[in-house]
């Protein structure tokens, strides 16, 4: 049976609607020495980021990096710099569309991580992580008030430009109602406010989440990196958030998260652009399994070689600020650099709350223990940790 296949179960009464997905009949003796050799190394690099002391900054770091990584998958370049100032409000130019995107799985991922391990395994999870909240838009902004946007006036109630208060809040109590009404019994209607040309409109994402989310329920008693290997397979075969594909990997991650295996979000991302594996609909049970196992083990691979560079770094900072003076903001220059790829001196300064003048000369002070300049330019320079 092919891994991530889909068996159709119907109910007489209603439509032709799939209600599950089959998971595959694993050979677990086969398979069991390879899954608790992923599972080690995971834990590995978990105990060694505790005790290192660098696992903030070494998340932090990781989360920039694979929201680029991310986009890349997706056939869109974003610059690193671009993406710290803009992550600081520092952008130096317009954000483009690619730089909102990328943002936006930036957050995503800082939203998995920040709630406890089984939330982002739910429905207000997705929500959440996609940019959704309730009674909100895509991207998480709540919709405009007034007669700007005439095409869209059933994204607020009637009344809601009324002179009189209590008339918008009867009436937004009265749309609360209405929804609750329709969702209650059973309908999940297309927001008018989703152009057809960019969203299909026979795609039902509301059941598709509830297949994957299924899916992630029935593979809870199996080892940690099965489960996640047949969750992310099912969240390819169901093709959720065609717009955010990348949201699938960091699924992936809060599932290992959320089974005890590591207490952070591995880069998958970095993981899979480094693997050779490309899923193409075809391979089987084992195949796929195999090819998630090689995902993980380059994403822990290429964490430790990261971890490797912060050590180093700090070492050699620290011995500088050895000899520094106690009110010196330099320690805080280090860390700095240990939790962000690149830093330049108008983040610095406005990150440290000192002047740019201050920045150099803590530059300078650090001398050949400074990170190495990332570009040459002289009215736009950085610095980090590579």
Known sequence: MAFGSRS??????????????????LPWEKIAGRLEQVAISIMRLDARLEASGLSAGWQSRCDMTEAV????????????????????????????????????????????????APWPLSIDGLAALRGIGPGRGEGGLSPKRGKSDPENEEAYPPFANDADPWAAHFAEIDALLDRTNKVLAGETPLPKSRSHLVYDPEVDEAESEDLWLDVVKRTTHWPAVAAAAIAWDAWLSLNLYTRQPWLGLIMAAAILRARGLTSHLLPLAAGFKQSKFRPQGREGALERLEGFCTVVEEAVALSHKDLDRLSLARDLMQRVTKQCRSNSKLPELVELFLSRPLVTVPLGAKLLKVTPKAVDLMLAQLGGARPRELTGRSRYRAWGIV
């Open 8 to 25: 159709l179960e119907f109910d007489e009464a209603e439509s032709l609607v799939p209600r599950t997905i089959d998971l595959p009949e």
């Open 69 to 116: 990584r991310a986009l890349i998958l997706d056939g869109h370049l974003v610059d690193m710099g671009d993406l710290v100032l803009h992550d600081a409000g520092m952008d130096v130019r317009s954000p483009t569309h690619e730089l909102t995107r990328a943002a936006s799985a930036l957050r995503a991922r800082r939203t998995a991580l920040v709630r406890p």
